[in-house]
């Protein structure tokens, strides 16, 4: 009777701890950069003049007391920048924080508030070095805190119920701007003015909505856990150096030269269309790349589409590297891991394909 008795009360509290284990909220760090979201305006009405990352995470965090709510709220100050004045020095003090971060059994989430000027360079990099399951997710606004209707405690309030929720997981870094979820790889910044700024060619992964994320695609690329590249393995506080030309019309050879100049190992080649070069660079280009080794990629600045490889340009021929469909931006971070492994354009052309 006394066994048939314990074995009942046994059961009770299992059931009573799954029950609370369903419950249970999962524990978020936002970890701040600054950023817009982080900014503040002369007044309530400016919304497109103001100055950036002036206000502290505890503040952000007070300031949307409703994301206690959805999971066990801490922040910390991980930088305090405008986001256009990030470095490679930055990006790899973030990844080995966030890395820090993620590897804690106690942590869930990952929420970065991050100006939105370099937000895709700073997720996709993350969603290349850091090797986890957990949702990391990047935040930002297109208004500072002081503005009337200022997006950024909604966006806030997203980001966290995405990273708190355990469907989030495995699907690599994301970005939530807008009540859009979209992946690392492909979000870009679109529109500098309007709330609804960040785009993807290939769409969104889902939306955010109440506090519950829908979703509608996976992103079929290598991110985090099958990634080569790992934070932890990087040395030192730079990387490669790799550098951009964006390409027009009546263009001077006189960039690239001085890139090369620089010591850089690579240049990504902005084209125009499907990466195009003018016929008077190719010349030059080619000497960087056959008497110095300087790596070649072919981007473009085109903002949808993607970059065929031997088309415009031999390719094949001259060695040189397309970038596929990540814009210019992308493919600099690209290359400068890829840098870190190899110096094999075939290789690398390889990582493009992948990555």
Known sequence: MISKTLQSCGLALTLLASSMSLYAKNNVVVVATGGTIAGAGASSTNSATYSAAKVPVDALIKAVPQVNDLANVTGIQALQVASESITDKELLSLARQVNDLVKKPSVNGVVITHGTDTMEETAFFLNLVVHTDKPIVLVGSMRPST????????????????????????????????????????????????????????????????????????????????????????????????????????????????????????IIHAGTGNGSMANYLVPEVRKLHDEQGIQIVRSSRVAQGFVLRNAEQPDDKYGWIAAHDLNPQKARLLMALALTKTNDAKEIQNMFWNY
């Open 147 to 266: 503005a009337l209707s200022a997006d950024g405690p909604l966006n806030l309030y997203s980001a966290v119920a995405l990273a708190s929720s355990n469907e989030a997981k495995n699907k690599g870094v994301m970005v939530l701007m807008n009540d859009s979820i979209f992946a690392a790889r492909d979000v870009t910044k679109g529109i500098n003015i309007h709330t609804n700024a960040f785009v993807s060619q290939w769409g969104a992964l889902g939306a955010l909505v109440e506090g519950k994320p829908y979703w509608f695609r996976s992103s079929v690329k290598k991110h985090t856990n099958n990634s080569e590249f790992n934070i932890e393995k990087i040395q030192g506080d730079a990387l490669p150096a790799v550098q951009i030309v964006y390409g027009s019309d009546n263009m001077m050879p006189d960039a690239y030269q001085a890139f090369a100049k620089a010591g850089v190992k690579a």
